[in-house]
């Protein structure tokens, strides 16, 4: 099974989101290299990627994720555009997150995947969301990309659960990952 710990996000900042994909889009122009959006309803805020887990595992560790988690909701700000990776042609353009407590939670999610014997991604946590991604893009993309950044806030979102979901390939192109969400952590301390 093909899963993940993420962040949703709220029916408000998946609005700002599409409209801020639709404005990067009309920077980015008819000469750009077109990008495969992803839809708003598609959107959350990756965590932890599991990647493909035996399916014996995922009964103990639907139960490890589950368990809430003793910090206080807090909010994260959608702001700032980027690509991936930092040099060359982009592979994905995304938003940026204002990482703070967000760090925290990705550690505990990270940290109770890896107690039930799952590796995990190498690299650095990186808070961002992603907008789209090009199948093959060009330097110029990447110039036109950063271009249309701006530094204002797309969103506000309220964090107060991290979730896990197994993502279900999609035949269809174009489709994106349809999902199931297995667990919730809930978010149940308070602020002092």
Known sequence: MRLF?????????RRAVAAEQRRIATALGRAATPVRWVRPEQMHLTLVFL???????VPA???AISRDVGAP???IVLSGTGVFPARGAPRAVWVGVGDGALA???KDMAERVARMGIPLEA???????????WRAARLSDRVR?????????????????????????SPERGEGPACTALARANLTGTST
């Open 145 to 169: 990309a950063l271009a249309a950044a701006r530094p204002e806030a797309v969103a506000l979102v309220r964090v107060d659960h991290a979730t896990l979901y197994q993502s279900h390939l």
């Open 73 to 75: 909701p807090f909010d």
């Open 123 to 133: 690299r650095p946590f990186h808070p961002h969301l992603t907008l789209g991604r």
């Open 5 to 13: 710990v993420a962040v949703d996000l709220p029916e408000p900042a």
């Open 61 to 63: 560790l639907v139960g």
């Open 51 to 57: 990647g493909d887990v035996d399916e014996a595992s």
């Open 104 to 106: 925290a939670l990705q």
